[in-house]
């Protein structure tokens, strides 16, 4: 794949970094006062928390443009506001409100913001490949000028859906990049028990899609290497691309705690990602004033967003059966 190319001017750079921290530490508030909120019960949805994965969501929405549309998995907090979703209607979403971004009806893992070019999210694994795939055809043949995100993690690798999408994705040469998101588990189950060999790239290479495997969960790498593929499908080249961004989740798999006690992984395997935490070192790149004034910022919105969806009506029963399709 060819090397990331241009050299950002000063004040650009001071710039990207300012909006790159700001997305990282937003995610982590956001997602911190979820954990803090969680044990009150009124959040009345299950929550896949992203902490420690910002970086990829952050680093790979930087590097697209606003007409760029994206597919997430049930763990897509990131996700959802690194690409603009509405925070407001995601918090509400989670406390079941009918102001949230499904009606209140869908949770934290079906979150969507058709505005912001968040198209799904969904709790089943696997199930937002094919959908992404479908739409990049959909965008080739109608002659958009988009380009389509697919996120995964390395348990959707291990659907068989993952196979099918992506030999049509290279097949068609569609307008798609394909984020794996590998934090090692499925669940509590390691990649060392899943799969014979661990490099997920190799599987997507077999179709003759390029691939790059992106170590460490740095943001500034993955928004250069993903922007690279951006700009070459934006100049006429052609899809699909596929990354395998190296990532660590810090919290248990669903739900607001750490779960180093249970005892299928360790806290020391955790602390060299908990040391390299993106949040820090983004925001040493920012000058001191700045980032307080970019933090004050985001603090005020989520309180906001947080007593709005407390104060919000639940959807009324006589919404029951609206929008259920059966
Ligand atoms: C089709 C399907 N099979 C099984 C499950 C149960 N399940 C929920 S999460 C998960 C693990 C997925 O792991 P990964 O894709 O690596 O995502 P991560 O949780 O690490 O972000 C499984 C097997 C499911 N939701 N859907
Ligand atoms: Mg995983």
């Known amino acids: 794949m060819a090397e990331f190319s241009f050299f950002p001017s000063t ?128 965008v080739k043949y109608r002659r958009e000028n988009r380009l389509v995100v697919s996120f995964l993690g390395d348990g959707g690798v291990d659907e068989g859906v ?23 588990y499925a669940i509590h189950t390691h990649q060392r028990l899943r799969h014979p060999a661990l490099n997920i790239c190799d599987r997507a290479a077999v179709y003759g899609i390029p691939t790059e495997r992106i170590e460490n969960n740095e943001t500034l790498r993955i928004h250069e290497r993903v922007k690279s593929a951006v700009d070459a499908i934006e100049n006429g080249g052609q899809g699909p691309y596929f990354f395998e961004c190296m990532t660590y989740r810090w919290k248990e798999h669903v739900g607001p705690n750490e779960d180093y006690q249970l005892g299928y992984r360790s806290r020391e395997e955790a602390e060299p990602w908990m040391r390299n935490d993106q949040v820090g070192v983004l925001g040493a790149l920012v000058e001191e004033s700045a980032r307080k004034s970019i933090e004050q910022a ?17 959807p009324a029963a006589s919404e029951l059966m609206a929008d259920v399709y059966k």
Do not use: W
Not at 35 to 62: F, M, N, R, W
């Open 11 to 138: 004040e650009r750079k001071t710039a990207m970094y300012e909006r790159i921290y700001r997305s990282l530490y937003r995610i982590r508030r956001v997602e911190e006062r979820i954990a803090e909120v969680y044990p009150t019960d009124t959040i009345k949805s299950p929550v896949h928390l992203s902490i420690g994965q910002e970086a990829v969501s952050v680093g790979v929405c930087e590097a697209l443009r606003p007409q760029d549309v994206v597919f997430g998995t049930y763990r897509s907090h990131a996700l959802f506001l690194a690409k603009g979703g509405d925070l407001k209607a995601m918090i509400a979403e989670l406390y079941g409100k009918v102001t949230g971004v499904a009606r209140g009806k869908g949770g934290s893992m079906h979150m969507i913001d058709l505005k912001a070019g968040v198209m799904g999210t969904s709790a089943v694994v696997g199930t937002t490949v094919p959908n992404a795939v479908g739409y990049a055809y959909a």
């Open 298 to 314: 985001v603090d005020a919105e989520i309180a906001e967003a947080f007593a709005l969806a407390e104060s919000d009506p639940f």
């Open 162 to 184: 993952f196979a099918e999408s992506l030999n049509f994705a290279a097949l068609k040469k569609l307008p798609i990049i394909f984020i794996c998101e590998n934090n090692g």
